[in-house]
């Protein structure tokens, strides 16, 4: 944690605070809504977490090309942990966009609406990303694989959202246009902080997750080499490849030889 | 459809918020166990031969 966590703390801190502020901006600052009301308030909750959560995907696209280009297979890591965490922060998005759907409209899931079944369909791609990924044992093909989808399904997320703004029929709101929208100045300041603060939480949990990725391959590592200096007597033969497998940061208990 | 009174809409809205701080707690402290698992049995295996003797 203390080598691999590096700037670690500072990046937390700074979300912390960022997510208070976006917080208090939102309740004490931000006026009520004329026309929703009360409930507008999910809005700085829900918009940001779908831009960071997009961003993060097409990003893990962008790290992707990265590890296609040099071979590095940290960049392949670095994208399998922005997709994990975009996914989570999709579940969020449709939990908190389905809240603010039976405030506004009445229902939970509106199915003719282009922006929710877009999203939707955003998301369950990438659901078919792990299991993609971890159904392939050979490390190195897995990192491939798992890079080309990452790319195709990155490239995939601009484009949708395209298709869906030359849509015509709109019943979800568009606060974010070309000419700025109609968000008076206090709404739009409390937005662009909850989308700093979203960005820094991302970036918080992405580098927190990668420092439990790192951990855990230095810990593989580690155990083969004890295993080796133990003279393979008796040493466990289920020595964990180097690289990123699912099970393997939950599962990393060493059991030693006994007697050995 | 009309905006709801403050005391529904406080329910809907305190709905996402929490849902959103859980969503972060239990991913971090998911995140936060297994890393400390991890650096435990680190510091152990870090130790030259403490770990295979026993």
């Given at each position: 944690?203390?080598?691999?966590?590096?700037?670690?703390?500072?990046?937390?801190?700074?979300?912390?605070?960022?997510?208070?502020?976006?917080?208090?901006?939102?309740?004490?600052?931000?006026?009520?809504?004329?026309?929703?009301?009360?409930?507008?308030?999910?809005?700085?909750?829900?918009?940001?977490?779908?831009?960071?959560?997009?961003?993060?995907?097409?990003?893990?696209?962008?790290?992707?090309?990265?590890?296609?280009?040099?071979?590095?297979?940290?960049?392949?890591?670095r994208s399998y942990v922005a997709i994990h965490l975009?996914?989570?922060?999709?579940?969020?998005?449709?939990?908190?966009?389905?809240?603010?759907?039976?405030?506004?409209?009445?229902?939970?899931?509106?199915?003719?609406?282009?922006?929710?079944?877009?999203?939707?369909?955003?998301?369950?791609?990438?659901?078919?990303?792990?299991?993609?990924?971890?159904?392939?044992?050979?490390?190195?093909?897995?990192?491939?694989?798992?890079?080309?989808?990452?790319?195709?399904?990155?490239?995939?997320?601009?484009?949708?959202?395209?298709?869906?703004?030359?849509?015509?029929?709109?019943?979800?709101?568009?606060?974010?246009?070309?000419?700025?929208g109609q968000m008076p100045g206090s709404m739009r300041?409390?937005?662009?902080?909850?989308?700093?603060?979203?960005?820094l939480l991302f970036t918080t949990l992405w580098k927190?997750?990668?420092?439990?990725?790192?951990?855990?391959?230095?810990?593989?590592?580690?155990?083969?080499?004890?295993?080796?200096?133990?003279?393979?007597?008796?040493?466990?033969?289920?020595?964990?490849?180097?690289?990123?497998?699912?099970?393997?940061?939950?599962?990393?208990?060493?059991?030693?030889?006994?007697?050995? | 459809?009309?905006?709801?009174?403050?005391?529904?809409?406080?329910?809907?809205?305190?709905?996402?918020?929490?849902?959103?701080?859980?969503?972060?707690?239990?991913?971090?402290?998911?995140?936060?166990?297994?890393?400390?698992?991890?650096?435990?049995?680190?510091?152990?295996?870090?130790?030259?031969?403490?770990?295979?003797?026993?």
């Amino acid at each position: 944690m203390v080598v691999y966590g590096k700037g670690l703390r500072p990046l937390a801190a700074s979300a912390t605070v960022a997510v208070a502020v976006a917080f208090s901006l939102v309740f004490f600052y931000a006026p009520m809504d004329a026309d929703q009301g009360f409930v507008q308030k999910i809005f700085y909750l829900h918009v940001p977490m779908a831009i960071v959560a997009l961003c993060g995907f097409v990003a893990a696209g962008v790290m992707a090309i990265r590890h296609l280009r040099s071979g590095d297979r940290s960049w392949d890591m670095r994208s399998y942990v922005a997709i994990h965490l975009s996914i989570i922060l999709g579940v969020g998005v449709l939990v908190t966009g389905s809240i603010w759907a039976k405030a506004s409209w009445g229902h939970w899931w509106v199915w003719d609406e282009p922006t929710l079944v877009s999203f939707l369909i955003v998301f369950l791609l990438y659901c078919t990303y792990p299991p993609l990924r971890f159904s392939i044992e050979d490390a190195e093909r897995q990192a491939r694989c798992a890079s080309v989808f990452a790319i195709t399904a990155g490239a995939f997320v601009p484009f949708n959202f395209l298709a869906v703004r030359l849509a015509e029929a709109y019943t979800h709101p568009r606060v974010l246009s070309a000419t700025g929208g109609q968000m008076p100045g206090s709404m739009r300041l409390t937005f662009l902080v909850s989308l700093v603060a979203m960005a820094l939480l991302f970036t918080t949990l992405w580098k927190l997750e990668l420092t439990a990725k790192n951990l855990a391959r230095e810990l593989r590592g580690l155990r083969r080499s004890a295993e080796r200096a133990a003279g393979g007597e008796g040493a466990p033969a289920r020595a964990a490849p180097d690289t990123p497998t699912r099970g393997a940061a939950v599962t990393a208990t060493a059991t030693p030889p006994r007697g050995s | 459809m009309p905006a709801l009174p403050l005391d529904e809409a406080g329910r809907y809205v305190a709905g996402a918020y929490v849902a959103f701080v859980m969503l972060v707690v239990f991913y971090v402290v998911i995140i936060g166990v297994k890393v400390s698992r991890m650096e435990r049995e680190l510091e152990r295996l870090k130790q030259p031969g403490e770990h295979w003797r026993r």
